[in-house]
């Protein structure tokens, strides 16, 4: 393969990222409604630590896990921080 096409399966992967990303938030403001309703924290630390474990579990490479939690500390942050947003608004 060439550089371009290289960068066009990157441009495509990017935009399958961006929609799951939305796609993760979306769902993440579902549980933050029923934790409100039920009087739940919107910090879990044991829940995180499980993913970040499973995560880990299953990374096949390149990225080392060390990378793999990172990602996914920064994903899981920005849930936090929209589920706490929208829950003032609610």
Known sequence: MDIDTIRLKIN??????LRIFNERAA?????G???KKIGLPIYDPK???LIFER?????PGPLDNEA???LFERVIDESRSL???KSKGD
Request: aromatic share 0%; net charge negative.
């Open 12 to 17: 495509e992967l990017d935009a399958e990222l």
């Open 27 to 31: 769902l993440a403001l579902e549980i």
């Open 33 to 35: 409604h029923i934790k």
């Open 47 to 49: 829940r995180e630590k």
């Open 55 to 59: 995560m880990k579990e299953e990374n």
């Open 68 to 70: 793999i939690v990172r």
């Open 83 to 85: 589920e706490r947003a």
